[in-house]
């Protein structure tokens, strides 16, 4: 007991003595003589100039504190700054016992309030490199003095920076990101344990609250890599996590291992940024099971003086109304801010109307504001498609886009839901095909500008009658080419056609639109013009062989005329009257074949049907004259208006 008694009055001794000899030597020197070192230290590793411009205090404790006031450290020779960094305060926590060999160690570096710019010049070079430059002999020798000693005096301490202002410009873009630290601060018990970090504030008004692990600040510096990286927090009030190995080597900067969560997000693969040249070149391998780009709250920060470029390829007269392909100017500026190269596989893409894209895996590459996407897939409206694409926007206000697509298994139910269309539909399993070339800067100018070729082909499906009515102008346009559409429980589709050739956002159609059903079909030719936004179609109805139904029920021809968005539907009278007068002339004459005749003029003289005309592009042959058959081959019961039903049965298609 003694013996411990004794041990325990030695090391309070030993304690005081220490504390009176701290207290000794910390009285006999002047605060300024501390700083002196630290300058020279500064000036040695950094060829930097360090100011203190409103003095400093020293705290003694059991860990004195050195405080400076209004420190500035000095900009390299092209920055656009004086100061790269400038604070209202420092602190540097010092270890005790060094200071009674009057040797400085530190132990904790506080900012308060630092404005921090860092940024790179033209060829890449960051102010943040803080070689000297070409030193002397003595400079040398203190330079390497003080780089081996670095460890020690920085990556032994811990690092807090409260309320500060961070931002970075790249000298080759101009671009500038700007960042709030509330507070962050970096913790390690020596050089070789891991790095423990917290950042709280705001990347370019993104609120960010993230902390993690970094890999030994000892691995830093004698430059072991790959260096391991985690963090998890929040951003922009979305879970977030990034894990990662860094590997630098000159200029670039790649993220192996990679694991990236944001919300719904998750990515993993390889990422790298590559800096020096006249933008930042980006190199990825990415995939994940789901990514919803509209939910990305971290914009691509653009070049300050980089406008959005309204110019629209093709000038168009305005008509008074919205257009269903919107004139708003897309902006093309990010795709001018950096160069890509990668590679991206996703599960799932989430689309801003709530729609999703499966499987969607796409290559590419971007260079100068050129996009070359030369292989995509993905899977929609329960089929897949596949293409290329080449969007040029390299020069503002030129604009190109080439499309090359194929899309096949569509389901026709959901692409009819997609156009707001949506209803009970059985098959109708849907190909589309593109070649498109457009130019201009808004959805508008490109489909006003586009030439090539769209094509889509509608299999076998059953339309059950529908419940709710479309609007007027469309239920009346169904009815015509239609007549069955009311008194059916449902419409029987053999086949749907749609092939329009464009020239100069104009779509001169000879039918090749056309739909067939089991008892009818419909042919249509005419014009669609998307600069204006504006058609003018004729619709011929036929019946099938076989079919029966009333005069009044069916028109020769239907015209289409007036805008995308509220066209409108009316009968041709001297065409349906041409229809009428063959069937009183048939009627007098007892010769129902005429009337089928005239009624069914279904296919050319090869046997085309409908479908495969409009698909193929052939020519119907003109309906050949029709022969009156002898009186009396009418079939017994059949329902046959007498002439006097003709002037009605025409007032009727007329709508009176």
């Not at 701290?22 to 060829?47: F, H, Y």
């Not at 104009?506 to 669609?528: F, N, Q």
Request: positive net charge.
């Amino acid at each position: 007991m003694r013996i411990a008694w004794r041990i325990l009055a030695g090391a309070l001794v030993l304690v005081a003595v220490l504390l009176v000899g701290v207290v000794v030597v910390l009285s006999t020197v002047d605060v300024d003589t501390l700083i002196g070192p630290v300058k020279e230290r500064v000036k040695a590793a950094t060829g930097r100039e360090l100011q203190v411009r409103s003095g400093a205090r020293l705290t003694l404790s059991l860990q004195p504190r050195l405080v400076l006031n209004d420190v500035a450290l000095g900009n390299a020779r092209w920055g656009h700054e004086k100061e790269m960094i400038s604070a209202q305060r420092v602190e540097l926590e010092m270890a005790l016992l060094p200071l009674l060999s009057r040797r400085f160690e530190l132990i904790e570096l506080v900012l308060v309030r630092p404005v921090i710019a860092l940024e790179t010049n033209a060829q890449g070079e960051g102010n943040w490199s803080l070689a000297p430059g070409a030193p002397t002999t003595s400079e040398a020798s203190a330079g390497a003095a003080a780089a081996s000693n670095a460890g020690s005096f920085f990556a032994a301490g811990n690092v807090v920076v409260t309320d500060g202002m961070l931002s970075y410009r790249d000298g080759a873009s101009g671009r500038l990101t700007r960042v709030a630290i509330d507070r962050m601060f970096v913790r390690a018990r020596n050089p070789s344990t891991p790095i423990v970090a917290e950042f709280r504030g705001r990347i370019d008004d993104v609120p960010v609250s993230l902390e993690g692990t970094f890999g030994p600040a000892e691995a830093l510096l004698r430059q072991q890599w790959p260096y391991p990286v985690s963090l998890h927090g929040e951003v922009a009030g979305q879970k977030a996590a990034l894990t990662a190995k860094i590997t630098p080597a000159q200029h670039r900067y790649t993220l192996g291992d990679l694991k990236l969560a944001l919300g719904a997000n998750t990515l993993t693969g390889s990422f790298a940024v590559v800096t020096g040249g006249a933008r930042p070149q980006l190199d990825f391998d990415l995939s994940g099971p789901e990514l919803a780009l509209h939910a990305l709250p971290l914009p691509l920060p653009l070049p300050r003086s980089e406008a959005v470029h309204q110019a629209a390829a093709v000038p168009v007269a305005r008509t008074g109304h919205a257009y269903l392909f919107p004139d708003t100017p897309l902006d093309f500026a990010p795709l001018r801010a950096v160069d890509a190269t990668g590679k991206l596989a996703v599960g799932r893409l989430a689309l801003a109307n709530g729609r999703s894209i499966e499987n969607l895996r796409v290559q590419g590459r971007l260079h100068g504001g050129a996009l070359d996407v030369p292989d995509f897939s993905l899977s929609l409206f329960g089929g897949s498609a596949t293409g290329a694409l080449v969007l040029d926007a390299s020069r503002p206000g030129s604009e190109t886009l080439t499309v090359r697509a194929k899309a096949k298994d569509l389901q026709l139910e959901a692409l009819l839901a997609a156009v707001g269309q949506p209803r009970d539909v059985r098959g109708g399993n849907t190909e589309i095909d593109l070649d498109l070339t457009m130019r201009g800067a808004s959805l508008h100018a490109w489909a006003a500008s586009a030439n090539g070729s769209a094509r889509a082909v509608v299999g076998p499906a059953t339309l059950p009658k529908s419940v709710a009515e479309p609007s007027p102008e469309l239920g009346r346009l169904l009815q015509a080419i239609n007549p069955f559409r009311a008194t059916d429980a449902s419409t029987e589709l053999r086949c749907a056609v749609l092939r329009l050739p464009l020239h100069g956002g104009v779509a001169k159609v000879d039918r090749s639109i056309a739909m067939e059903t089991t008892k009818a079909g419909v042919s249509a030719s005419g014009t669609l013009d998307f600069r204006n936004e504006t058609m003018n179609f004729t619709f011929a109805p036929r019946l099938r062989q076989g079919i029966a139904i009333d005069v009044p029920s069916l028109a020769n021809l239907v015209r289409v005329s007036g805008s995308f968005a509220s066209p409108k539907v009316s009968v041709d009278a001297v065409e349906s009257a041409k229809v009428i007068a063959s069937i009183g002339a048939a009627i007098s004459t007892g010769g129902l074949s005429a009337v089928g005749q005239t009624l069914i003029q279904w296919a050319d003289d090869n046997g085309q049907g409908l479908c495969e005309i409009a698909l193929k592009g052939a020519f119907a042959a003109p309906a050949s004259t029709p022969t009156p058959a002898p009186a009396g081959s009418a079939s017994r019961g059949s329902a046959i208006p007498l002439p006097g039903d003709i002037g009605r049965a025409l007032g009727k298609l007329l709508g009176k």
